[in-house]
T-cell receptor
């Protein structure tokens, strides 16, 4: 089975940086995804890490350490539209069909 | 252009009255998923199809069934909805290649009265 932990909620100021941590335990790691989900909408893909290190994509970066079972999503130059839930999801090596297990999500509130 | 389409976006049904939610995709992906998401919770996988092969999660209630008549369409049938089944139901698709992400539809919000 899998166990994925991330903080429930974070608050930050417009223009600032926020780091959302995710720790996981899995029997056979085969990739970690970050999704953004605005209230009442579907999750949208942000990033994918399968090797250790940092993946940068514009204002968003994602880091992975497989030995520590740890990832973070870094949001820079925060904008009001970044207020959303951020879901960490892990794929297990034994999972058929790219099956993902999601964490509970971190709700980020950006204040002016 | 929408790639994963779910109809209807909002569905109201009565306690115990069967309901069907539909999902279609234009991505020609061979894997399709159904998730249940309750307020402020993570999406919970109910089942998925890998081509025509149906894969049910161990804790998915028997009340939930699915059909995939062809590559493009997948249906979620709730045989006897209870109040606890009120949730957002998300359909997603992916290629079978491991690095591919899942593409989600906009969801159907189900209300049970």
């Amino acid at each position: 089975g899998q166990n994925i932990d991330q903080p429930t909620e974070m608050t930050a100021t417009e223009g600032a940086i926020v780091q959302i941590n995710c720790t996981y335990q899995t029997s056979g790691f085969n990739g970690l995804f970050w999704y953004q989900q605005h209230a009442g909408e579907a999750p949208t893909f942000l990033s994918y890490n399968v090797l250790d290190g940092l993946e940068e994509k514009g204002r968003f970066s994602s880091f992975l350490s497989r030995s520590k079972g740890y990832s973070y999503l870094l949001l820079k130059e925060l904008q009001m539209k970044d207020s959303a839930s951020y879901l960490c999801a892990v794929r297990d090596r034994g999972a058929a069909g790219n099956k993902l297990t999601f964490g509970g999500g971190t709700r980020v509130l950006v204040k002016p | 252009d929408a790639m994963v389409i779910q109809n209807p976006r909002y569905q109201v049904t009565q306690f115990g009255k069967p309901v069907t939610l539909s999902c279609s995709q234009t991505l020609n992906h061979n894997v399709m998923y159904w998730y249940q998401q309750k307020s402020s919770q993570a999406p919970k996988l109910l089942f998925h199809y890998y081509d025509k092969d149906f894969n049910n999660e161990a804790d998915t209630p028997d009340n939930f069934q699915s059909r995939r008549p062809n590559t493009s369409f997948c249906f979620l049938d709730i045989r006897s909805p209870g109040l606890g089944d009120a949730a957002m139901y998300l359909c997603a698709t992916s290629s079978s290649v491991p690095s591919y992400e899942q593409y989600f539809g906009p969801g159907t919000r189900l209300t049970v009265t």
